[in-house]
């Protein structure tokens, strides 16, 4: 199975961390938030990997070859320029080359969540994209109808909202994970434009007719580890079940 890691960002809300190293290097336990990501992916039956890089890219290939490639394959993509979420992911399309659904996974997420459950779902369902969402606080919102389809996308911030079918009734509210699966099938359906964010691309799908479906991991652990506050948290979470 294989699966992709975001990790070009720069880390803007870890700075001063990330002044020096890629949020992916960033440690938690004496080891790197890559490090769990990776471990996670290979536990969930995961054996090629391809890593977007662009923020202190050499030490993620170093940390990556130091660390003899967890004996399983790891492809870097290289970003000279930030390609966003969706654009990077549209980059290394070749990659994902054996018609199989696939995991996408930020870098910067700590989650109990179990991903064979989620794939198998995703499969059950026969979605274009299953992406893992929770019920909490959060300043932008995903919105789902009562047979978890996407029907729109609402920011607090900005006071925007983004109704994909404007008809929806009982939308759920719904925080996004960082955690999606994919069909490869997706990539000739994304914008042609290179930046472009992935989200914004799944709105546009649900919009002409494809199934962008929600998966629920409200009683999963999870936790955001680009908020420098959350690292001691998880660092706590980490030592307690002696991960």
Do not use: C
């Not at 030490?59 to 654009?87: P, V």
């Not at 870098?107 to 989620?118: H, Q, R, T």
């Not at 019920?135 to 978890?148: A, P, V």
């Amino acid at each position: 199975m294989k699966a992709m890691i975001l990790a070009a960002g720069l880390g803007t809300r870890l700075r001063p961390l990330t002044d020096s190293k890629p949020k992916a290097l960033i440690p938690l336990s004496g080891k790197p938030l890559l490090y769990y990501v990776i471990k996670k992916l290979i536990s969930a039956g995961v054996n090629q990997i391809i890593i977007n890089i662009h923020h202190f890219p050499e030490s993620i290939i170093d940390y990556i070859e130091q660390n003899n490639k967890f004996n399983i394959e790891i492809a870097f993509s290289r970003e000279e320029t930030l390609l966003d979420t969706g654009g990077g992911l549209k980059k290394v399309s070749w990659f994902f080359d054996d018609d199989q659904p696939f995991i996408l996974h930020n870098v910067d997420v700590l989650s109990g969540i179990d991903l064979p459950e989620m794939i198998a779902y995703h499969n059950q369902k026969k979605s274009l994209a299953t992406l893992a969402v929770r019920q909490r606080k959060t300043s932008r919102y995903l919105l789902f109808n009562e047979e978890n389809l996407l029907v729109g996308w609402h920011s607090l911030e900005a006071e925007q909202i983004e109704m994909v079918e404007p008809t929806a009734q009982n939308q759920d509210y719904l925080a996004f994970m960082g955690i999606h699966i994919l069909s490869p099938e997706i990539f000739p359906l994304l914008p042609k434009n290179n930046i472009f964010s992935i989200i914004k691309a799944y709105l546009d799908l649900a919009s002409r007719g494809h199934k962008i479906i929600g998966y629920r991991g409200d009683e999963d652990y999870w936790i955001d580890l680009g908020r420098k506050e959350n690292l001691q948290i998880a660092e706590e979470y980490l030592l307690s079940n002696k991960i």
